[in-house]
């Protein structure tokens, strides 16, 4: 950890969890399931923006040693989502219809995550301040990874990776690899759709290393 990723958290606006309310979605049983995973020895990975669940429904299938919580806010998607899971009954999965910054808030605890995956959110075009790199809550996100887990960040969108990538190597100075999504894959309905088009897609898998430093580092799951 070096001083300069320390001052880089400093001119990062400061994100305030105390602010946000729990998702009155999440019921007392998935609660207490979440909670037993983050204190078990099982890698435990998040999805925000699960969308209609088509990746967590193959990780979960294809990882049956690994744990997700898929965390998507929109009704419809999250309806679809909900049908899709009940009809496949995968122990290792557990599907959020909340928010994903008040669901960290208040369910997630410090240094539990094994990785975290963003696939194509909304690009905000007219909002830039709201994309997860640029917004305080990032810093948040990191503490509650372990030393060594990744973030996996995809978009079809070549000025959101290059910007994402300025931020990482400028404001949270954290290692990453850029590569381009082979063509044949399909992880989510979004990326069989603009693959499908010819697009370009990109993602960056960021490493959160041994050491790195965070304001909330010790500030507790507050529902748990």
């Not at 946000?20 to 998935?30: F, G, M, R, W, Y």
């Not at 299938?61 to 744990?67: I, R, V």
């Not at 290792?92 to 975290?116: M, T």
């Amino acid at each position: 950890m070096t001083q300069a990723m320390i001052s880089s958290h400093q001119f990062t606006r400061l994100f305030h969890p105390n602010h946000l309310h729990a998702p009155k979605t999440v019921s007392s049983q998935d609660a207490d399931k979440i909670r037993a995973w983050q204190s078990s020895a099982t890698p435990l990975y998040l999805e925000i923006g699960a969308g209609k669940g088509r990746h967590a429904m193959l990780f979960a299938s294809n990882h049956p040693d690994k744990q997700l919580i898929a965390v998507e806010r929109t009704s419809e998607k999250f309806t679809a989502f909900d049908k899709l899971s009940l009809s496949s009954s995968l122990d290792n999965l557990i599907n959020i219809h909340a928010d994903a910054i008040a669901f960290s808030v208040h369910f997630i605890q410090p240094g539990s995550l094994d990785g975290v995956f963003i696939l194509y959110p909304n690009p905000e075009p007219h909002n830039k301040n709201q994309r997860w790199l640029n917004m305080p809550f990032f810093e948040f996100l990191l503490s509650r990874m372990k030393a060594g887990a990744t973030i996996t960040l995809a978009s079809n969108i070549s000025d959101y990776i290059d910007e994402a990538v300025e931020l990482l190597d400028a404001v949270w100075q954290l290692p990453y690899v850029k590569q381009t999504i082979d063509k044949s894959s399909a992880r989510t309905h979004f990326e069989i759709k603009y693959l499908a088009r010819d697009e370009l897609c990109q993602e960056i898998i960021i490493t959160k290393p041994n050491g790195y430093i965070t304001r909330f580092d010790d500030v507790p799951a507050v529902s748990l």
